[in-house]
């Protein structure tokens, strides 16, 4: 079978003058793995490149003093090799970003649509980008001499990898990257930037590749639907590959998009859809209801909700943050990932729409609706939601529409009327796939799926049974997301290796004794 999965999803790679540094990265992403030794005479790049099944080919480029590792993909190719002679570098996405920067230098990530993390190695110099979204993370550690560079900061912490070095520059300081409060020495890249290093010095250069749009556009509702369509629909184009693509499905209207745009992309192939439930929460048969509408192999599962909650370790472990309300959205969908199967697929989901749209802010005022997407657009960078290790945990590539650069910037940029319009929320997405699914999806009203699973109550329920008084519930959450990051992210533990049980134990014991 022809797969489509990109060539490598993650990676971890060290930059040095000095020949001879051992790797020993610790991924949650599971796949094959291949060793990179690059040199130019100047500095050496040694790499471990993680794929989702078989090793591909084409996952670095080099060209006299340069080579490119990418983890990810693009979405714009044929853009982008319109702008190069012949379209002859056009083999991989990493040739293309290679050719693209012989020709435009650091600016060339501007011009990139796509879900990528890249390091380069320049000269002397080390290269570090994001896509516009930061939806694979990249973290770094840097001192004169060394810069390594991993898409899991489990790969840079102190027991496992290259380590923290000692002496290491704060990058934090600059305005690409942030430290991770819990990870000293490590810092995050920010979504849209590139980050250039000169290795032995130390001396950094910090560029910006996007910004979420500020302004906002005024349109007929005839001209906004359409463009949504289009440029959704464009977007799940680039996503979907010659295999059979599977889509996640809630029965929700950002999901059920997705789904329909992938059976028009499919071309008359049947596609896969998949929901998740509790057995005492489930949107089965809303799924379904799209499922039936668009002729899709479908199929449910059920997680028992103490094996849901059990899966903490691993949400963390995948997503590497320890914000309660990212991880108790991302908890469904890493128990979804983990039972996929054993084949490798290539994932689609509807996540990230109600940010740009606004749709968990339900009221319906304007001014209140666009403080909430803009402070959503302004605050997603570093929470990690997007990251394609969840499904990784699984050995799957995840991508998200909805987050594909274009649509996001026409979702975000839509004047508020056109996001809530005749008392619906995401009016404008739901008229622009009004032919395409059942009208009962269509109307849905909004269910996060934190609340459509049961996974927000059912965390809440182990809590207070441990003994967390309620007013405490919030701050007990945090915690219990802190221990388990200290030990399967700063410790590089294995998640199976969490007693989940003893550690909610020690979190409300502690609680009950601040409290009493
Ligand atoms: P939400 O926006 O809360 O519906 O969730 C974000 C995305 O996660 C959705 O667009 C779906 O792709 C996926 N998702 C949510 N709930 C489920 C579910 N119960 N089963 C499968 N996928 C889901
Ligand atoms: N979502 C939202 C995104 C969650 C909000 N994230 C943020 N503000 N950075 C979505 O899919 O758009 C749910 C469950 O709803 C996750
Ligand atoms: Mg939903």
């Known amino acids: 079978m022809v797969t489509t999965l990109p ?7 060290v930059a040095s003058p000095d020949s001879g540094v051992a790797l020993r990265p610790a991924f949650a992403a599971q796949g094959s793995r291949t060793v990179v030794r690059e040199s130019n005479g100047r500095q050496h790049l040694y790499a471990v490149l993680l794929h989702a099944g078989a090793v591909p080919d084409g996952s670095v480029a080099r060209r006299g003093g340069t080579a490119v590792l990418l983890a990810g993909e693009l979405y714009n190719q044929p853009d982008l090799c319109s702008l190069l002679p012949d379209g002859a570098a056009a083999d991989s996405d990493v040739h293309l970003v ?43 550690t840097a001192r004169p001499g060394q810069v390594a560079a991993a898409t899991e900061a489990k790969s840079l912490a102190g027991t496992a990898g290259v380590g923290v070095p000692p002496g290491a520059r704060s990058l934090a300081a600059l305005p690409g990257a942030r ?64 295999d059979t693509p599977l889509v996640v499905i809630s029965g929700g209207i950002d999901s059920s998009s997705v789904a329909a745009l992938t059976v028009e ?36 599962i059920i997680v028992p ?27 469904p969908l890493t128990a979804l990932y983990l039972r996929v199967g054993d084949t490798p697929r ?32 302004a605050t997603f960078d570093g929470l990690n939601e997007m990251t394609p290790v969840l499904s990784a945990v699984g050995g799957h590539w995840s991508t998200h529409p909805f987050w594909d650069r274009e ?13 809530h319009r005749y008392g619906r929320d995401k009016w404008v997405l739901r008229t622009a796939m009004a032919d395409l699914l059942p009208a009962t999806t269509v109307n849905r009203p909004k269910l996060g799926v934190h609340e459509g699973s049961g996974t927000t109550a059912a965390f809440s329920a182990l809590l207070v049974s441990a003994g967390v008084p309620p007013s405490q519930l919030r701050e007990a959450k945090y915690l219990v997301l802190q ?21 909610v134990d020690e979190v409300a014991g502690m609680q009950r004794r601040s409290v009493g």
């Not at 399967?488 to 294995?494: K, L, P, Q, R």
């Open 7 to 13: 060539a490598a999803t993650g990676f971890l790679a």
């Open 98 to 140: 290679l050719a693209l920067l012989d020709r435009y230098g650091v600016s060339a990530f501007r011009l990139l649509n796509g879900r990528f993390a890249v390091v380069a190695m320049l000269g002397n110099r080390v290269l570090l980008a994001t896509d516009h979204a930061g939806s694979v993370p990249l973290y770094v």
């Open 179 to 242: 430290s991770l409060a819990a990870l000293p020495g490590v810092c995050q890249l920010r979504a849209g930037m590139v980050l250039e290093i000169d290795v032995a010095k130390g001396a950094t250069d910090v560029h910006r590749t996007w910004r979420p749009p500020l302004e906002r556009r005024i349109l007929p509702e005839g001209e906004a639907t359409d463009l949504v369509r289009d440029t959704l629909r464009h977007a799940v184009r680039a996503r979907t590959g010659t």
């Open 265 to 300: 992309a499919a071309g008359g192939a049947t596609i896969d859809t998949l929901a998740m439930g509790s057995e005492h929460d489930n949107e089965f048969p809303e799924a379904r209801t799209v499922a039936e509408h668009l002729a899709t192999r479908h199929s449910e």
């Open 305 to 331: 909700t103490a094996d849901l909650l059990a899966q903490l370790p691993y949400a963390v472990w995948a997503a590497e943050t320890t914000n309660v309300d990212i991880i108790e959205y991302l908890l």
């Open 346 to 377: 290539r994932i689609l989901t509807g996540y990230g729409a109600d940010i740009p749209l606004g749709g968990m802010h339900r009221e319906g005022r304007l001014p209140a609706l666009e403080q909430a997407v803009s402070h959503d657009m």
């Open 407 to 419: 649509v996001l910037a026409v979702l975000t940029s839509l004047e508020a009327g056109l996001k």
């Open 483 to 503: 221990a388990l990051f200290r030990r399967v992210v700063a410790n590089g533990e294995h998640p199976d290796a969490v007693d989940f049980a003893k550690t």
